[in-house]
């Protein structure tokens, strides 16, 4: 390979760094835009009695102020997923309820922002205000009920409203109850993670405008265009071929913008105004109304034998959704999803109970659920090892699963990870842990993790890839690079299948009125799926320019060769340059401009897998914590670009330290955000982050284009688990609750 698996800066690192790349607010090139503040509810939970709208109507320049009685009753989940979504209908564009504070009261369309604000002051709304449901532990049990009326669900989903359950779970594989019952020692704990916000730099924005043919087309800041172009079309009540979603450059997501979060406003606003319109959340918006990742509590019970051989493992689930229940049943499903075929031939089970409550919103983020349950799966696994007096190595060496012919791991091993991590890491001299001349005491800890590469037998991404007249090639593709990098791996497959330089490749992405179809940037799936497609249509064009040339040479097809800038017979005799032949595809005598498409899906979802070091510090008089060295040695196939992959894995790592000892959202007892800013709300900073290492255990994945499997989400995985054991190795205490603080950890030494 010339180009794939080789370092590449991304294509557009230059203008990145240099402020030139075009987001959503670029776009806004029409003076006369309305700009849209929301409304939104001081109470937790809360039933609106009236609205006098009156008086705010009458503020020079506001255009419209609407109400849960002016717009669409029909429901809909925000989630982007493929139809029939498994997230319920729960929601709609306003209603008469609001569920969690910062639900939206009304939509205020101003000539300008301080006109907006202003209307906003003079709106007087009556609530009937209600008892909020606050702990999602007891919400089961609860007599509130969040959701007054039925959603609709596409198939069942244990769906049972009168329980607050947006979702009910059960999955297992195996005789549990026998597994355990034959164990010598059986050992329970309960873990919970906490919500956690994405913290993208771009918050949550959009702009819609009718074009010049009656079209109304909604520019976002998205991961899910097409996702976006279906939703907005049931709710606005409009045929899906009415409306435009375009992508532009977007500054991050880490799945906070797999949920259509802003763009009904705008679309609404400017399908009734007929006017250009735009909304912009602040930060503070974005911190308390967007979405966040779910909040759990696991109790897992495992057993094994007194050797360290697993036999059961059963896994109890509360997760909350929050007042909604996007992507409630895919997130917690993934607690058993991407833990099970790691044990994969032990019995386990999983029943979960994903609840509704009066707090923001669970949703999409980086992990998806495999994040929660790694962490109490491998937590469990390291306190079982410490029982047994068995090292946290050696037991996982028994017990994880093997790739082979029947087994579901076709590429790659998890224990080869780590094999490779344990050297690197110099466990052996490490573990457990080490006191230092300063009296402060370093503890390390492991964990292993897998995740998938894209939805099996679900998602399907596309390409259409064109032979320019100029003879470059432009590759169209719909997958949503948000930061990841997904364009340059794009274009680096292209370029490697064409042979040709990157630079003759244009890559042209996330229009829904030019790009193929595609289900959007999530569930690991972008270069694993997209990039397949992409491989695909190159592979066809390859084709059809060497049938071209078959004409042009007067040849047979056969007899050609396909050399990148040319095509020759066998001898070199005979040749026609792509150039030449592009132009006369798109002449009069030949009239063919070569365009080939492909549309990949895959019925397995190979998994990238993960071993993860940690090493911290703790000093014993402060409980002051700091995570000194990590280590993550991932196997993702082949790794297309492995600069963007080892920047991926970086950026893991550091959202999963911050999950680990930092990050919460701290609630008052109304329900009230506190964290509502990066003041409040700690992510890692530069100070926080020490030695961190990357490892590629290389594989090649036969379904993969390349040889690729994904690595965007599973590299935050085990950072979490592994600090925990570290920091339990350190001062002897096993912390089951995220995020560890250094308070924490000093209390925990003074009741010791």
């Not at 690192?13 to 700009?35: A, C, F, H, R, W």
């Not at 009415?242 to 399908?271: D, H, L, N, W």
């Not at 950072?719 to 002897?732: E, M, R, S």
């Amino acid at each position: 390979m010339k180009i794939v698996n080789k370092p590449t800066p991304k294509i557009d690192s230059i203008n990145l760094i240099t402020g030139k790349p075009v987001y959503t607010d670029d776009l806004v090139l029409n003076n006369n835009t309305l700009i849209i503040k929301l409304l939104r509810s001081p109470y937790a939970y809360a039933k609106i009695k009236s609205i006098d709208k009156k008086a705010a109507m009458l503020v020079p320049g506001v255009e419209g102020i609407y109400t849960f009685e002016d717009v669409p009753k029909t429901r809909f989940t925000s989630a982007g997923q493929s139809y029939p979504e498994p997230s319920p209908y729960d929601r709609r564009l306003l209603d008469e309820y609001v569920r969690y504070v910062g639900d939206p009261v009304a939509i205020i369309a101003a000539e300008d922002e301080k006109t907006a604000l202003k209307a906003m002051k003079l709106i007087k709304v009556e609530y009937e205000v209600l008892e909020p449901l606050l702990d999602y532990e007891k919400a089961t049990t609860s007599n509130i009920k969040v959701h007054m009326e039925e959603a609709h669900t596409n198939y069942d989903i244990g769906y049972n409203r009168s329980k607050n359950l947006a979702s009910h779970l059960l999955y297992t594989k195996g005789d549990v109850e026998a597994g355990l019952s034959e164990s010598d020692v059986v050992i329970e704990r309960t873990y919970r993670t906490q919500a956690q916000i994405q913290s993208m730099m771009e918050t949550y924005r959009s702009y819609s405008y009718y074009d010049v043919n009656g079209r109304l087309t909604t520019i976002a800041s998205t991961q899910i265009p097409f996702h976006v172009r279906r939703h907005l079309a049931r709710i606005l009540g409009l045929d899906a071929s009415k409306i435009r979603v375009i992508k532009p450059r977007i500054g991050g997501g880490f799945g906070a913008k797999q949920t259509m979060v802003c763009e009904m406003y705008s679309a609404f606003v400017t399908m009734m105004t007929k006017k250009p319109s735009k909304i912009i959340f602040t930060r503070k918006e974005t911190q308390v109304c967007g979405n966040t990742r779910h909040a759990m509590t696991l109790n897992v019970k495992i057993g094994s034998d007194k050797e360290g051989n697993i036999k059961g493992i059963d896994i109890k689930v509360i997760s909350n959704t929050g007042a909604y229940g996007e992507h409630a049943p895919t997130v917690t499903g993934l607690v058993s999803f991407k833990t099970f075929p790691l044990y994969e031939k032990i019995p386990m089970r999983m029943e979960a109970d994903v609840v509704y409550t009066n707090t923001m919103v669970g949703a999409a983020f980086r992990g998806y659920g495999a994040t929660q349950g790694t962490f109490a799966v491998e937590s469990a696994v390291n306190e079982l090892a410490e029982i047994l007096k068995i090292s946290p190595v050696e037991i996982r060496m028994k017990n994880l699963v093997e790739p082979g012919k029947d087994s579901y791991i076709a590429s790659g091993s998890v224990k080869r990870c780590i094999e490779i991590g344990k050297e690197k890491f110099n466990w052996d001299e490490r573990y457990p842990r080490r006191v230092m001349p300063d009296g402060k005491i370093r503890g390390c800890g492991m964990a292993v993790t897998m995740q998938g590469s894209g939805i099996a037998g679900v998602d399907t991404g596309s390409a259409t890839v064109r032979l320019n007249d100029a003879g470059n090639f432009t590759v169209q593709v719909g997958v949503t690079d948000m930061g990841q990098g997904s364009d340059t791996v794009m274009t680096m497959m292209a370029a490697e299948v064409l042979e040709v330089p990157m630079s003759e490749i244009i890559i042209n992405t996330s229009d829904t009125d030019v790009s193929p179809y595609d289900p959007g940037a999530y569930a690991s799936s972008g270069t694993y799926v997209t990039g397949k497609a992409v491989v695909l249509a190159c592979e066809k064009m390859r084709e059809e320019i060497l049938k071209t040339a078959s004409v042009i040479l007067e040849i047979p097809k056969e007899d050609l060769i396909y050399c990148g800038d040319h095509v020759e017979n066998a001898d070199g005799t005979k040749s026609v340059t792509i150039k030449d032949l592009a132009m006369k595809s798109v002449s009069f005598d030949l009239r063919n401009q070569l365009t080939t498409s492909a549309t990949w899906g895959s019925e397995t979802s190979p998994p990238p897998f993960v071993a993860g070091f940690a090493e911290v510090e703790i000093d014993p008089a402060t409980g002051v914590c700091e995570v000194l060295d990590i280590l993550s040695v991932v196997d993702c196939g082949t790794p297309v670009n492995p600069s963007a992959a080892r920047v991926q894995v970086e950026g893991g790592m550091a959202q999963g330290i911050g999950l680990a000892l930092y990050e919460n959202i701290l609630f008052d007892e109304k329900g009230r955000v506190m964290t509502d800013s990066f003041m409040q709300y700690k992510i890692p900073c530069r100070k926080d982050l020490h030695k961190m290492d990357v490892e590629f255990s290389r594989s090649y994945e036969e379904t993969g284009p390349f040889g690729a499997k994904s690595i965007g989400e599973v590299v935050i995985n085990t950072p979490a688990p592994a600090i925990a054991a570290a920091i339990k190795n350190a001062v002897g205490i096993n912390f089951r609750k995220l995020p560890i603080t250094s308070e924490d950890i000093l209390m925990g030494i003074l009741k010791k």
